[in-house]
């Protein structure tokens, strides 16, 4: 099982849907997640640290699942604006200085 | 501030040429990172650095060379590059606080090895 994986998609979706990501991960020991964008031909940007209460930004909503063992990111109300490629990023400790261990990403194609 | 910045933005390269990118960070962070991004690979860490002085190998190492003499650069060098090596290299660095490592990248560069 590889350490961190999502579903590459592409998920195309009408403006104003609500869509949902998952990211699972194989190390049960990893402390720290976030969930990235990507824009095509761009730098990874950081969207959403995730906290173990869960945390929300806007319409945008992070949840970890610690006993599952993945994250999910939340989309409502999706924009066209939103079309990118979200990673999602796990941090493991110990002897690795809390490296981030990335997902492949997930596309997202929202339409008019 | 700039935030991470990465020269050059783009480069092509024989087989068995040399070269160096170079990451500049103006964010006073502690730790930087250098990335390889291929498609259907997502990103691999290639080497990392938590100080100045400091380098350490992280998935990919072979082939690459890093030095960070100063806190706020971190070199990738390629000693003889190889075709395997066509990819977008992406620079990272972050402040570390306590369990919260975010990580900003650079725009990246795009390096062809013909």
């Known amino acids: 099982r590889k350490e961190v994986e999502q579903d590459p998609g592409p998920f195309n979706v009408p403006e104003g849907a609500t869509v949902a990501f998952n990211c699972t991960y194989s190390n049960s020991a990893s402390q720290s997640f976030f969930w990235y964008r990507q824009d095509c031909r761009k730098e990874p940007k950081l969207l959403m640290s995730v906290y173990s209460s869960g945390n929300e930004d806007g319409r945008f909503t992070a949840q970890l699942n610690r006993a599952s063992q993945y994250i999910s990111l939340l989309i409502r109300d999706s924009k066209l604006s939103d079309s990118a490629t979200y990673l999602c990023?796990?941090?493991?400790?110990?002897?690795?200085?809390?490296?981030?261990?990335f997902g492949k990403g997930t596309k997202l194609s929202v339409k008019p | 501030n700039a935030g991470v910045t990465q020269t050059p933005k783009f480069r092509v390269l024989k087989t068995g040429q040399s070269m160096t990118l170079l990451c500049a960070q103006d964010?006073?962070?502690?730790?930087m990172y250098w990335y390889r991004q291929d498609p259907g690979m997502g990103l691999r860490l290639i080497h990392y650095s938590v100080g100045e002085g400091t380098t350490a190998k992280g998935e990919v190492p072979d082939g690459y060379n890093v030095s960070r003499l100063k806190k706020q650069n971190f070199l990738l060098g390629l000693e003889s590059a190889a075709p395997s090596q066509t990819s977008v290299y992406f620079c990272?660095?972050?402040?570390?606080?306590?369990?919260?490592?975010?990580?900003?990248f650079g725009p990246g560069t795009r390096l062809t090895v013909l």
């Open positions: 990023a796990v941090a493991n400790y110990g002897g690795s200085q809390g490296n981030l261990i």
């Open positions: 990272a660095s972050s402040y570390p606080r306590g369990r919260l490592n975010e990580q900003f």
């Open positions: 964010m006073n962070h502690e730790y």
